[in-house]
Structure formats: structure tokens, C-alpha cells
């Protein structure tokens, strides 16, 4: 809806603030540490694993997430929930493009996989039922904690919160992970300088076991709504 739209005045003021903060940034030695996505990236890392389980990913045998289900794939506190029917949601929808009637349902429970987004032909290459998905996923929601990127950058103490990342370097099948990345670097809680020029790697399967937390700030403009989310530790390399 219109109304909903930022103030033009707003973003320009916003993409100004973000300009000077990374002046002078600088690259960091190679070392290992917690990782910080903010919003807008939390949601690409969380849906590495959603393509993952996807009815044609599974039934080309072309996922890192192969036969997972029943796997343990993300922490036990984390779930991913289907929700097609919010109120002017992103991805709200009564039917998929197939025509089968949507329905609630979690995708991860406790970190568990619950099932693949399918549709009716997915479905039938894997010997299973549609899910409804024919045409994607339908609101995913991350639930997190009472707390957002500033509570969470204090939360880290020392690592590195990345605000861009650049590159695909993102293996489907295995699992491996490889950006290059800007943001910011943090010293007890606080922001110290600007960082650029460097890359943060691991493999999903371990990189997802390894979120240690999730915040309540999801960016609305997206059909999966996740907040700043934390990595209690990745591979950061640098000069």
C-alpha cells in the first residue's frame, strides 16, 4: 500500500548516514570470529537453506540438504514458519499457482526439517504430496529474541557485522560459503571503524548449527521475515 512506503526524504537521509559511515574503511587480518547480518542479509543466509529444500533442488539430487528430513539442521530453538494467510503479507496467497489451497504449516520445528516446499509435479518426481508450494514459499517467519541489531551488537562484544555482501559464491550442492563482505568491525560492544575487502566462508550445514541468536528486527519488505541474526563464529578472511 502507498501509505506504507518510506518517506523519500527518510531513505535519502538513511543512504547519506550509511555513505559516511564507511569512509576510511580497512581491511583485518584473517582471524575467526562471531558474524553479525543484519536484516536485509539475514534473510539470503536462512534462504540458502530454503532453495535447499525446494521439490526441484530434491528430486535433481542438487542440494546440500539432500533427504533431509527428520535432519537437525538448524539450532533446537529455531523454527521457520509458513504463514500464507497474514494480512497483506509480501507472499500471502489462498491458492499456489497450481491452484491447491494454502495452509499453515512449519517448515523447521525445534530445528528440524518438517518437510519440502512442493508442488504437485515435485511432488510426484519424489513419490510424495503437494505442499501448496507450486510458485515458492508463502511468508516464512524466523521467530527471534526480544532484542535487535544494536542489543545484538552488544551481545557479540568483538566481531564483525556485515551490511553488503558481494559475489554468488554459494555452492547449491555442497554447502560452501564464500562472500566477500563490507560492514563494521566490534570491540566490546562497540562499533570501532569501517571494513571492506574481505570474506567471510564456512559450509552452510555448519554455518546454520552455529547461529547463536536472532533478533525481533525483520526488514518488512520480504516474504521471509528474519531479524539481525549472529553466527557464534566464521572464517573472516582478510589481508
Do not use: C
Not at 527518510?10 to 553479525?36: C, F, Q
Not at 504449516?105 to 504437485?120: A, I, M, P
Not at 571494513?195 to 548449527?209: F, P, S
Amino acid at each position: 500500500m502507498p501509505e506504507k512506503l518510506e518517506d523519500a526524504a527518510s531513505v535519502g537521509v538513511r543512504a547519506a548516514e550509511k555513505t559516511l559511515e564507511r569512509l576510511n574503511a580497512r581491511k583485518i587480518k584473517t582471524t575467526t570470529a562471531p558474524v553479525l547480518f543484519v536484516p536485509e542479509l539475514a534473510r539470503s543466509f536462512i534462504g540458502h537453506a530454503i532453495g535447499a529444500i525446494s521439490g526441484g533442488a530434491q528430486y535433481r539430487r542438487s542440494s546440500f540438504l539432500l533427504d533431509a528430513i527428520g535432519e537437525q539442521v538448524f539450532p533446537e530453538w529455531l523454527d521457520v514458519l509458513e504463514r500464507p494467510h497474514i494480512p497483506q503479507g509480501m507472499a500471502s496467497r489462498a491458492y499456489d499457482g497450481e491452484g491447491v489451497a494454502t495452509y499453515d504449516r512449519d517448515v523447521f520445528k525445534d530445528g528440524v526439517l518438517q518437510g519440502y516446499l512442493l508442488s504437485s509435479y515435485s511432488a510426484r518426481r519424489l513419490g510424495l504430496e503437494t505442499t501448496a508450494n507450486a510458485g515458492g514459499a508463502q511468508n516464512l517467519i524466523v521467530p527471534g529474541r526480544d532484542i535487535d541489531l544494536a542489543g545484538l551488537t552488544q551481545e557479540m562484544g568483538t566481531g564483525f557485522i556485515v551490511e553488503e555482501l558481494i559475489g554468488q559464491g554459494v555452492n547449491p550442492v555442497t554447502g560452501d560459503y564464500s562472500r566477500g563482505a563490507v560492514g563494521h568491525w566490534v570491540e566490546n560492544g562497540e562499533i570501532q571503524y569501517a571494513v571492506h575487502e574481505v570474506t567471510i566462508a564456512g559450509n552452510l550445514k555448519d554455518l546454520y548449527r552455529r547461529i547463536a541468536a536472532i533478533g525481533n528486527d525483520p526488514d518488512p519488505r520480504s516474504s521471509l521475515l528474519v531479524g539481525s541474526l549472529l553466527v557464534e563464529e566464521m572464517t573472516i578472511a582478510g589481508a
